[in-house]
């Protein structure tokens, strides 16, 4: 059973930083893309950042030049440094990843979800 733990939410101020973490444990040959998502009330699911297993990346336009998304293979972990928060950011944050279970088989798994307020 593969499962995505996630930690570093919680509640922070207007421009301040936090650091999401999300690692992926259990069964499985390797892990391939990794991301993160997010979801506010009211809204749908949305793709903060991606990123492969060769370290190439993706981001929402939202969060381009404040948020770093970067990836530990060997722990087949993945983080998320967001610096410059705004109240904008706050949704739970979801993290997911394409682990390839065995050789012929690639399946998408998701985090729990973590909560991230931006507030005063």
């Known amino acids: 059973q593969v499962q995505l733990v996630e930690s570093g939410g919680g509640l922070v101020q207007p421009g301040g930083s936090l650091r999401l973490s999300c690692a992926a444990s259990?069964?499985?040959?390797?892990?391939?893309?990794m991301g993160w998502y997010r979801q506010a009330p009211g809204k749908e699911r949305e793709l903060v950042a991606r990123?492969?297993?060769?370290?190439?990346?993706d981001y929402a336009d939202s969060v381009k030049g404040r948020f770093t998304i970067s990836r530990d293979n060997a722990k087949s972990t993945v983080y998320l440094q967001m610096n410059s928060l705004k109240p904008e950011d706050t949704a739970v944050y979801y993290c997911n990843a394409d682990i390839k279970v065995t050789a012929a088989i690639t399946r998408r798994y998701w985090g729990q979800g973590t909560q991230v307020t931006v507030s005063s």
């Open positions: 990123i492969t297993s060769g370290g190439t990346t």
């Open positions: 259990g069964s499985f040959a390797r892990a391939n893309a």
